[in-house]
């Protein structure tokens, strides 16, 4: 079982990227998928979470408005859109798997993990 993330890279201020979490070793399905970021010093957190179904959508406040999540569950990816990049979105981001019709924004819930890809947000 692997994720793997990717997509990160430098990027302006207003900018966009999007990233892309690959899942290998499992169908993703039936897994709810949840990206959480970290920047140093700080502790991971949650930015959002989608759903097995896809029905059910999570965004942290700080990027309400500005990500989006999606996932092609043919191509075994989650996808999160994120636009009008600030500074402080500058972290490592992480994505996360379980087996589940649910999400959280709880590190400890999810049973699989991808390495992080860097965003870096800088003029």
């Known amino acids: 079982v692997q994720l793997q993330a990717s997509g990160g890279g430098l990027v302006q201020p207003g900018g966009t990227l999007r990233l892309s979490c690959t899942v290998s070793?499992?169908?993703?399905?039936?897994?709810?998928i949840g990206w959480f970021r970290q920047a140093p010093g700080t502790e991971r957190e949650g930015v959002s979470c989608?759903?097995?179904?896809?029905?059910?959508?999570y965004y942290a406040d700080f990027v309400k408005g500005r990500f989006t999540v999606s996932r092609n569950n043919g191509k075994n990816t989650v996808y999160l859109q994120m636009n009008s990049l600030k500074s402080e979105d500058t972290a490592a981001y992480y994505c996360?798997?379980?087996?589940?019709?649910?999400?959280?924004?709880?590190?400890?819930?999810?049973?699989?993990w991808g390495q992080g890809t860097q965003v870096t947000v800088s003029a």
């Open positions: 996360a798997a379980r087996f589940s019709n649910s999400y959280s924004t709880d590190t400890s819930w999810y049973d699989y």
């Open positions: 989608i759903d097995s179904s896809e029905i059910n959508t």
């Open positions: 070793g499992f169908s993703l399905n039936y897994y709810a």
